[in-house]
Structures are given as structure tokens and as C-alpha cells.
């Protein structure tokens, strides 16, 4: 698996996305903000990004949030989402980044105008770690709804944020093979360039996310 291992370098900016592609990223995701979480890149940075990975072959998925904070939106939110989903796809992106939720839960009708905008400009969908905050009882419906609506995989970090991600192997295989084939689960929290092997093989998936996914 390691040969094969697709690494996803969670940048904050473009300043490091050289440096981590050339360390071994095979994918980027670009975002603001990592204090609060993550939020949606600017013009100038999504541009430049682009525009360096596609030089090198990698794609750049593009966070689409925002503000920190909740995961649930307004109206008036919701609306900035859109275009700024439409904005990052005219400047190139390989797919989006983002997560909906109300009252616990996937926001089926957000999601679904996100994912499908998204796919009608052929772009991958990823659902964050939102997904973390949906109650474990309550995830295995939110997953299989997720599939229905188009994401292609869910990044999760199987446990509350700020747990060892070595005590969440266990549900995020679990999760891993309760979506076989219908969507891709992408480990990330905790998964750094030494332990991404390990984690990969644990959960049996061929992805994985962090912001310490490659040695710089």
C-alpha cells in the first residue's frame, strides 16, 4: 500500500505546497483559517496553488467555508458557499471541501446544492470533519445519505477532536467497510508522516490527510 498511498497535505496557505510536493504529497488541500478549523482561501492563494500543482500533476481540493464556528449555516451562508464554490472552480480546482450540518446532522438540502454545483463542474467532494460532530449512533445513516448525494469521500478523524487517533482505528474501519465501495473515508487528526502507513493499513483505506502527512 505505501507505494500507492495517496498523502492529502493540508495547507493553510501556498507558501509550503511546493516543499510538500515535492516531499511526497499526492494531493493538496487548500484552506485558511486552521485556528478556527479551516476556511475558504482567497482568489490570489487558490490561483497561485493551482497553479503550482498543476505543474506537478497534484490536485488541489478547496475548502469552501465561510467562517468558523458552527457547522451549520444561514441562508445568507449558504449563498456565499455557492459562489464561492463556483468561484474556485472557474480558477481550477480538482474538487471542494466542506460540511453542512443541522441539528446534528448531514443539512441534506445545503449538502445537496453544494455536491451538485460541484458535480456539474466535475469536481471531487470531500465532507469534512463536521462529520465528527454527528453522534456515533447517527452516522451510518449520515454516510449512506452522504453517498446518495454524490460526496466522494468523508474526512474523519473516528473519535472527538483531540483524541489519539490511534484509539479511533477501530470505527474508522468500521466505517471504511460499512461505505465499501460507495465513498472513500480519508483519516485525518493526529495522521503525520510517520504513523500514515500504519493508519492506511489499519483502516484499509489508500488516503490519507494532515498537515504533517509529508516530512518538510
Known amino acids: 500500500m505505501a507505494g500507492g498511498l495517496i498523502r492529502e497535505f493540508c495547507a493553510e496557505n501556498v507558501e509550503h505546497v511546493p516543499e510538500a510536493i515535492a516531499a511526497g504529497a499526492g494531493r493538496i488541500e487548500l484552506c485558511d483559517n486552521l485556528a478556527v478549523g479551516g476556511t475558504t482561501p482567497s482568489h490570489g492563494v487558490i490561483r497561485a496553488a493551482v497553479e503550482v500543482a498543476r505543474l506537478a500533476g497534484v490536485p488541489v481540493m478547496c475548502m469552501i467555508r465561510p467562517c468558523g464556528g458552527s457547522f451549520e449555516y444561514t441562508e445568507a451562508e449558504g449563498r456565499i458557499m455557492v459562489d464561492d464554490l463556483r468561484h474556485a472552480a472557474e480558477l ?9 450540518l443541522r441539528g446534528g446532522e448531514v443539512d441534506r438540502e445545503l449538502t445537496g446544492r453544494l455536491a451538485g454545483l460541484a458535480k456539474e463542474a466535475g469536481l471531487m467532494v470531500t465532507f469534512h470533519m463536521a462529520f465528527d460532530e454527528i453522534p456515533a449512533d447517527r452516522q451510518a445513516e449520515a454516510i449512506d445519505l452522504l453517498a446518495d448525494l454524490g460526496v466522494d469521500r468523508v474526512l474523519t478523524h473516528g473519535g472527538a477532536a483531540g483524541t ?8 474508522l474501519r468500521w466505517l471504511a467497510d460499512h461505505v465499501a465501495e460507495r465513498l472513500g473515508i480519508l483519516p485525518g487528526g493526529g495522521v503525520t508522516w510517520e504513523n500514515a502507513e500504519g493508519v492506511a493499513a489499519a483502516v484499509g483505506v489508500g488516503e490519507v490527510h494532515g498537515t504533517r502527512i509529508v516530512r518538510l
Not at 93 to 98: K, L, R
Not at 164 to 171: Q, S, T, V
Request: net charge negative; with cysteine.
Open 92 to 100: 481550477g480546482v480538482d474538487g471542494v471541501v466542506f460540511g453542512c
Open 164 to 171: 489519539p487517533i490511534a484509539g479511533n482505528l477501530e470505527r
